[in-house]
């Protein structure tokens, strides 16, 4: 490495000390060891409070996101790993302020690399176009980024050891507007342990970021299974078209 790309290395990590702080992967390299993440997932872990990232560009944030896309790559960090696929780190614009927390990836997810691919993925691109956007308007990402096998339920363990990315996409992103689908993201986010139904349709706040409305509903996989709960889900979305100032139809 010549001097001039050292020196343009460390102008970047200055640029992310000061723009992205408490970046959970980017400020030691790596993925934080097991116990120091910083958000309220099981309840008792350190508080923190994030810093306004606005001022960051679009492009800035873009960069950011790309790296820790890079680390999620290559993560090791829980048992997902030696059965996956592919990692399903994310993708969308998020520009308009919303962003979608699922569950895990399925086996359309593992083999594509891509979140909401399969028949739900279908049914959560329909359900945004109803709300009158596109899917590449709105952040989509999931709990964990690794497919559990059989699709079951990631364990909490494995809800730890990811989280740190999921952390990170929402620094970076910085959405105004979540709709957490289903219950596994609800209860990591928001540290409840109700079921989806005692919740859903709720506004409820992120523990360490407050300024984010959050609306927990069904997972659009649940609706494939009851097709009768897509009508709360519909009220659901429309809750958050209000809130975002978009026309709701008659
Ligand atoms: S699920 Fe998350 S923590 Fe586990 S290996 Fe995949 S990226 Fe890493």
């Known amino acids: 490495m010549d001097r001039s790309s050292e020196e343009d290395i460390e102008v970047y990590l200055r640029y992310l000390e000061k723009n992205i702080p408490n970046l959970a992967f980017l400020s030691s390299g790596k993925a934080l060891p097991k116990g120091s993440l910083k958000i309220n997932l099981s309840g008792n872990q350190n508080k923190i409070t994030p810093e306004p990232t606005r001022s960051v560009s679009l492009k800035e944030n873009a960069m950011v996101l790309e790296d820790v896309r890079s680390m999620a790559l290559s993560c090791q960090q829980c048992p997902l790993a030696k059965t996956r696929q592919n990692v399903v780190f994310g993708e969308g614009s998020g520009r308009s302020g919303l962003m979608f927390v699922g569950e895990g990836p399925g086996a359309d997810e593992d083999r594509t690399g891509r979140p909401f691919v399969g028949r739900a993925g279908d049914l959560l691109t329909k359900m945004i176009l109803a709300m009158g956007l596109k ?45 957490l689908l289903g219950q596994t993201a609800m209860q990591a986010l928001l540290s409840r342990t109700e079921g989806i139904s005692r919740l859903r349709g709720q506004e409820c706040r992120l523990p360490d970021f407050p300024g984010v409305r959050v609306l927990p509903t069904y997972h659009p996989a649940y609706l494939l299974r009851n097709p009768y709960a897509k009508k709360d889900v519909w009220s659901d979305l429309k809750t958050v078209m209000n809130w975002m100032g978009l026309p709701l139809p008659e």
């Open 135 to 179: 899917r590449e308007d709105v952040y989509i990402a999931n709990t964990v980024k690794c497919r559990p096998p059989g699709n079951r339920v990631p364990s909490p363990e494995e809800r730890e050891a990811c989280s740190p990315f999921l952390l990170d996409q929402i620094r970076i992103l910085n959405p105004k507007y979540m709709v």
